[in-house]
Every structure is written in C-alpha cells, then in structure tokens.
C-alpha cells in the first residue's frame, strides 16, 4: 500500500469517527468518548506521515515547518486536508 493510500485512509477514517464522535455526544451517548479516542489514534497515522514528508522536504524553510507542525498538533483532520492536497502532488 503506498504512502498516499495509507495518508488519505487514515484522515477520512478520522473524519468520519470525528464527526459521528461529535454527533454521540451532543446526544449524549455512551460510547462517544470511545469514538474520540479511536479517532485520536487514527489521525497519529496521517500526522505522522504529514510532518515526515513536511519536514523532508528540502524546499520548506524553517518557518513552513513549524506552521505545519502547529496546524497537525491543533488543527489535526483540519489540517490533514489542507496538507492532502500538496501531499498528493508530491507522490
């Protein structure tokens, strides 16, 4: 499976659990909590690819880097799509 794949696996899986997390717990539900930490994990996948490539990429300055680094730390799936983009450019 090649690195775009597992990339662009991991941020929709982590959407979806976002989403339908945040719908169970307006509604109060049970396993809402359970639903946030199964997303948690999923995005570490995507993460972790985004600020490898990020930060291999020899033609991003210092300054690039970190944004991206704080857009994956707080804006996690927000950020993933935006960086999905010129992720799939480059592979």
């Known amino acids: 499976m ?3 794949m597992i990339y662009q696996t991991s941020l929709f899986i982590t959407m979806i659990l976002f989403i339908v997390g ?6 109060h539900y049970t396993y809402a909590n359970d639903c946030f930490s199964l997303a948690l994990i999923t995005s570490i996948v995507f993460v972790f690819l985004g600020l490898r490539d990020a930060f291999q990429d020899k033609t991003n300055d210092s300054i690039v880097k970190m944004m ?8 996690s ?15």
Do not use: A
């Open 77 to 91: 799936w927000l950020t993933g799509l935006l960086y999905y983009r010129s992720f799939k450019k480059k592979n």
């Open 2 to 4: 090649s690195k775009i």
């Open 22 to 27: 945040s719908f169970m717990k307006i509604q």
């Open 68 to 75: 991206w680094l704080v857009g994956f730390v707080f804006f």
